[in-house]
């Protein structure tokens, strides 16, 4: 288990930018995938963007264009830049090491 907290949630107005921060005690260096996910009331828990060692990144169709995702291995930290928010990007967002660590999440609200 990979211990995560997350920052950087807020309320931001549409078209607005946050950045999501997920910093960890441990390094990694060594874990490949790290992502973020996303849940917004009464829906599932959805992959928002997932990072490689390598630094491949992946992205979901719908925030494509808005987000990117980075890492820092040496301050053992990913980032979520959100640009151009939306009412429907207003969610708890996750950290994920691998699929099997997750963070405490934090809220994004975005008004319309």
């Known amino acids: 288990q990979v211990p995560l907290v997350e920052s950087g949630g807020g309320l931001v107005q549409a078209g607005g930018s946050l950045r999501l921060s997920c910093a960890t005690s441990?390094?990694?260096?060594?874990?490949?995938?790290m992502g973020w996910y996303r849940q917004a009331p009464g829906k599932q828990r959805e992959l928002v963007a997932t990072?490689?060692?390598?630094?491949?990144?992946n992205y979901a169709a719908s925030v494509k264009g808005r987000f990117t995702i980075s890492r820092d291995n040496v301050r053992n930290t990913v980032y979520l830049q959100m640009n151009s928010l939306k009412p429907e990007d207003t969610a708890v967002y996750y950290c994920?090491?691998?699929?099997?660590?997750w963070g405490q999440g934090t809220q994004v609200t975005v008004s319309s």
């Open positions: 994920t090491a691998g699929i099997t660590s």
């Open positions: 441990r390094s990694i260096f060594s874990i490949n995938a």
């Open positions: 990072i490689t060692s390598r630094g491949s990144t």
